[in-house]
């Protein structure tokens, strides 16, 4: 082996290293997240009755923008770090949740229906939204407890239905969830980029002004 096809090799390893350690700390950081989002979500009604023992009416502000830029900005940084489940090359090669893809496509739903409307203000917008993260949070829960941390102790028939769930062990199944994933992403994109274009970015009613809840 020459010094090049050496240098070469461990160029690659190094590569493939760290491709793997930042595919596999994205995926364990994701339960952190969808916890996180849902959490903030379902505690509203709790930020709510904060807000109204609060006697000096800058504080109530300041926690009100704290709590919606926080779970705002989670569901955004969600979908960005699940893009690693529209690629097939990934999904195959790594043990990850074979509905992870879905999971995604349910946290830009979310992001479009807080574009079109305003589930901070509007109950059917609201409990869309929820919907949403619960459709989501299962399609992502349910193959990483059942697949991905049950692969190893699991065993019998339910051993089959564990390497099912799993991305690596199930590539077939896992490719056409990606594609079918990427398609409904992107029918999602469109959607939101006519809206915008249609729109001009302003709101619906320009003259309303936004109330803190």
């Known amino acids: 082996m020459s010094p090049q096809d050496l240098a070469n090799a461990i160029i690659g ?3 493939a290293g760290g ?6 700390t994205l995926a364990a950081a994701l339960p952190i997240m969808w916890l996180a989002i849902l959490g903030l979500h379902l505690g509203r009604p709790y930020i709510l009755d904060m807000i109204d023992r609060f006697t000096l009416r800058l504080g109530a502000d300041l926690l009100w923008l704290i709590y919606v830029g926080l779970r705002d900005f989670l569901i955004l940084s969600g979908v960005v770090m699940s893009f690693m489940f529209f690629f097939p090359d990934v999904v195959v090669g790594d043990q990850l949740p074979i509905t992870g893809g879905l999971a995604a496509v349910a946290l830009f739903a979310v992001l479009l229906v807080k574009l079109m409307g305003d589930p901070d203000h509007s109950a059917r917008a609201y409990q869309l939204v929820t919907y949403l993260l619960g459709i989501g949070a299962a399609c992502y829960f349910v193959p990483y407890l059942l697949g991905v941390q049950a692969n190893n102790v699991v065993t019998g028939p339910f051993l089959d239905l564990s390497h ?6 199930n590539p077939v199944t896992a490719v056409a969830f990606c594609y079918l994933s990427i398609g409904l992403i992107g029918a999602l994109a469109i959607v939101a980029i006519v809206y915008s274009l249609r729109t001009g970015g302003q709101p619906q009613e320009p003259g309303a002004a936004p109330a803190s809840r």
């Open 13 to 15: 390893g190094i590569n």
């Open 19 to 24: 491709e793997q350690f930042l595919e596999g």
């Open 164 to 169: 099912w769930l799993v991305t690596s062990s």
